[in-house]
């Protein structure tokens, strides 16, 4: 039982590059999100699905888009990357929003 | 909107000892969930205790207990018998129980150092 499964890890883009930050869960969970975490600041929520075909904003959606097409995979993607979109990025599965597990993070530095 | 606010940027603790960390959060909901959260250094984000709003009793976790005072909108988290492992950065997090509406909303986080 993988839990929920980030990658890459670690990345670096140059301004006005592309890229998708992929997520994936293996157990069958219906809710899934998008984190970001900067210094001195907690966890923001980008987006959210609370299942297949079904997304929405969170508090910081602008450049990023999101999909679910399926109940294991929450791709999140930068479409044109800038400077502010430099932090760490968590996904996060629930079946119920009660447990939430988190995956263990993708770093991901613009240049 | 939901805020969390952790008032205590950095705490300290000896070994063995007992510390608190505090959070207040704002909300007009009646129903809610709200959660403490450890990050070690590597970065993953770890389940510590869970409590709900509707439960008046305290919630405990072997080590881990919070003090819930629904009134005042605090949720402390109370750590006994601090071990060196407990060094993280712990987040207080509010959610709504709403359906469908599994938003975490976040504090800023206090960094819990143990003093061997």
């Known amino acids: 039982n993988a839990g929920v499964t980030q990658t890459p890890k670690f990345q670096v883009l140059k301004t006005g590059q592309s890229m998708t930050l992929q997520c994936a869960q293996d157990m069958n969970h219906e809710y899934m999100s998008w984190y970001r975490q900067d210094p001195g600041m907690g966890l923001r929520l980008i987006h959210y699905s609370v299942g297949a075909g079904i997304t929405d904003q969170g508090e910081v959606p602008n450049g990023y888009n999101v999909s679910r097409s399926t109940t294991e995979d929450f791709p999140l993607r930068l479409l044109s990357a800038a400077p502010s979109q430099t932090s760490v990025y968590f996904c996060a599965s629930s079946r119920d929003g009660n447990t939430i597990y988190f995956g263990e993070g993708s770093w991901l530095t613009v240049v | 909107a939901q805020t969390v606010t952790q008032s205590q940027p950095e705490m300290s603790v000896q070994e063995a000892e007992t510390v608190t960390l505090s959070c207040t959060y704002d909300?007009?909901?009646?129903?809610?969930?709200l959660f403490w959260y450890k990050q070690p250094p590597s970065r993953q984000m770890i389940l510590v205790i869970r409590q709900e709003a509707y439960k008046q009793q305290n919630a405990t976790e072997n080590r881990f207990s919070v003090n819930f005072q629904k009134a005042a909108k605090s949720f402390s988290l109370k750590i006994s018998d601090s071990q060196l492992g407990d060094a993280a950065m712990y987040f207080c997090?509010?959610?709504?129980?709403?359906?469908?509406?599994?938003?975490?909303?976040f504090g800023t986080g206090t960094r819990l150092t143990i003093i061997p």
């Open positions: 909300t007009s909901e009646s129903d809610y969930y």
């Open positions: 997090a509010y959610r709504s129980a709403n359906f469908g509406n599994e938003k975490l909303t």
